[in-house]
């Protein structure tokens, strides 16, 4: 079993930075077996892929939308993974989720622990 929590959210204004954390609690396997992903859902829209990153921190792989603004990274001493955002604009508010999965993937259906969601809103 894993659990996954999300923090650091919140309101900010156009072209500012947020840093969102996951902290991971695992049964069994170790963090470090959990490819890692962010997705983000908007008000009625579908849930979207963000960013990932494979069980090593190795490789990352990012939405077009994100490419250039965001960054991903993990820790597995710390079972923790970030989104460092930057540049941010109306267009990224929504629900924030971390997800783990078995295996790196680029899809919702890909990862199989979910996190509660942290809210991002970002004014003009």
């Known amino acids: 079993q894993v659990q996954l929590v999300e923090s650091g959210g919140g309101l900010v204004q156009a072209g500012d930075s947020l840093i969102l954390s996951c902290a991971c609690t695992t049964s069994g396997r170790t963090f470090s077996s959990y490819a890692m992903g962010w997705f983000r859902q908007a008000p009625g829209k579908e849930r979207e892929f963000v960013a990932s990153i494979n069980q090593d921190g190795g490789n990352a792989y990012y939405a077009d939308s994100v490419r250039g603004r965001f960054t991903i990274s993990r820790d597995n001493a710390k079972n923790t993974v970030v989104l460092r955002m930057n540049g941010l604009k109306p267009d990224d508010t929504a629900v924030y989720y971390c997800?783990?999965?078995?295996?790196?993937?680029?899809?919702?259906?890909?990862?199989?622990?979910w996190g509660q969601g942290t809210q991002v809103t970002v004014s003009s």
């Open positions: 997800a783990a999965g078995y295996r790196h993937s680029l899809v919702t259906w890909g990862y199989d622990y």
